[in-house]
């Protein structure tokens, strides 16, 4: 079946580092992809997403390009601030599964002045 | 605000008892999603709903039910509570059926003790 891998956290990382969070997929056909984020407390986010290879999608600064030939979606963020702590969840909604969302493990991430 | 809403936010419940679960989609959204988060397992999909149909099931237990209603929104019943259940419990609703992004409520956290 259709599956998510991130790279496990936490990831520390100091102010205005450059961040980047492994994800790959396992799925038929062409699925859409998303990265999600949930700060302490809260529900989950839509950060960004893509729908067919070769799409980037970006918001707020992060970045994700859809990668059909190695099955990955890495974010990516060029300088982090103390205010993206949080966990980053991967997924993927493929064909035919009815709009549901398949989720990595998520990834926490700690910024530190 | 992502214009999904779940009540109540907390509940402590006791092994053995039934609780349910109230979630309302965001305006237009015909399908919503119902997700479990645990420490142990992650993310997990439990059901989707479209329009008043169950459309996909996922790692639901037997114990557990949901429907949605005319007005949309739907409910999630959890029954013969186990020590185990404790987890947040996330919905999540979309316009689409297929490959498109979720908007999540703020969760509630179930307690059994």
């Known amino acids: 079946g259709d599956s998510v891998t991130q790279m496990e956290g936490p990831v520390t990382l100091s102010e205005e580092a450059f961040l980047t969070i492994n994800c790959t997929y396992t799925a038929t056909g062409y699925p859409s992809l998303f990265w999600y984020v949930q700060y302490p407390g809260e529900g989950l986010q839509l950060l960004l997403k893509a729908t067919k290879a070769d799409d980037k999608g970006s918001n707020k600064g992060f970045e994700a390009t859809y990668r059909k030939e190695t099955t990955s979606f890495h974010l990516e963020k060029g300088s982090v601030q103390v205010s993206d702590s949080a966990v980053y969840f991967c997924?993927?909604?493929?064909?035919?599964?009815?709009?549901?969302?398949?989720f990595g493990q998520g990834t926490e991430l700690s910024v530190k002045p | 605000d992502s214009g999904v809403t779940q009540t109540p936010k907390h509940l402590i419940t006791a092994t053995g008892q039934r609780v349910t679960l109230r979630c309302s989609p965001r305006s237009g959204d015909l399908s919503v999603y119902w997700y479990q988060q645990s420490l142990d397992q992650g993310l997990q999909f439990l059901i989707q709903y479209y329009n008043g149909e169950e459309r996909a099931k996922g790692n639901i237990l037997e114990r557990f039910s949901a429907q949605q209603f005319p007005d949309l929104h739907s409910e999630l019943n959890l029954s013969s509570l186990e020590l185990g259940d404790s987890a947040l419990y996330f919905c999540?609703?979309?316009?689409?059926?297929?490959?498109?992004?979720?908007?999540f409520g703020q969760g509630t956290r179930l307690t059994v003790v």
């Open positions: 999540a609703s979309s316009v689409e059926q297929e490959r498109t992004e979720a908007f």
């Open positions: 997924a993927l909604s493929g064909n035919n599964q009815g709009g549901k969302l398949i």
